[in-house]
């Protein structure tokens, strides 16, 4: 039996071991997710093993403000597995700009995502804010999954320029992308730091064992 679980738009079944979102596209995968039928609805796993997203939400993450209708500026979109949650997530209503700079992922991506109309492939780097600003709107959501060393310094530039104000924004962190020779634990507490000068942090997991050496923070404009 899958049920509503208390994350908007996600769905859990009985035992919570697994978690799904309705699919917006029925009949079609992305990542060869095991599909669940349930009353007439499709439902879509949601693998915290190809999920940064998901294996939060597995570590007892307790909302990640992603809601139906929401305008989401998705960083990093990689071939569209986490990013198509996401735009069932926030449904036909909703909106994904989809921002990546490789040109091989993001044909994957345009492939995997075919008929989800509510996601803009954007072949770009992140940390163009300029150009991004000429196709980019105001955003509900900002979520960042870029393995570089500036990728905290990207993020905040984002999160100025298009995230509305007491808008939430989500941030992977990827420990040894930004510095193998210290200890992980250190660069979280590093970050957590930088982003507690001008943003209020709501939430904050560890994402072992599904990604080793990965935090995610969730921040709120003030």
Known sequence: MIAKSKI???????????????????GKKVYEEFIAK????????????????????????????????????????????????????????????????????????????????????LLESANHIEKLAERVSLVD???????????????????????KKQGYAILCVKARSIDVTKKPKQIFNDIKFALEKTLTIVDQRTLEPFQKDHMLFIVKKK
């Open 38 to 121: 349930q009353n007439n609805i499709e439902y879509r796993e949601w693998d915290p093993h190809s999920s940064k997203l998901a294996a939060a939400i597995h570590n007892r993450c307790q909302n990640i403000f992603i809601r139906k209708n929401d305008v989401v500026l998705y960083l990093g979109s990689s071939t569209g597995t986490t990013c198509s949650h996401v735009s069932d997530i926030v449904g036909k209503e909703g909106f994904v700009f989809a921002v990546d700079p490789a040109s091989r992922v993001m044909r994957d991506l345009i492939f995997n995502l075919e008929g989800r109309k509510n996601v803009a492939p």
């Open 141 to 163: 959501v900002i979520y960042q999954d870029i393995a570089q060393k500036s990728q905290l310094d990207i993020f905040l530039k984002n999160i100025n320029v298009f995230l």
């Open 8 to 26: 908007f738009e996600v769905y859990e079944d009985s035992n919570r071991r697994n978690i799904y979102t309705v699919n917006l596209v029925p």
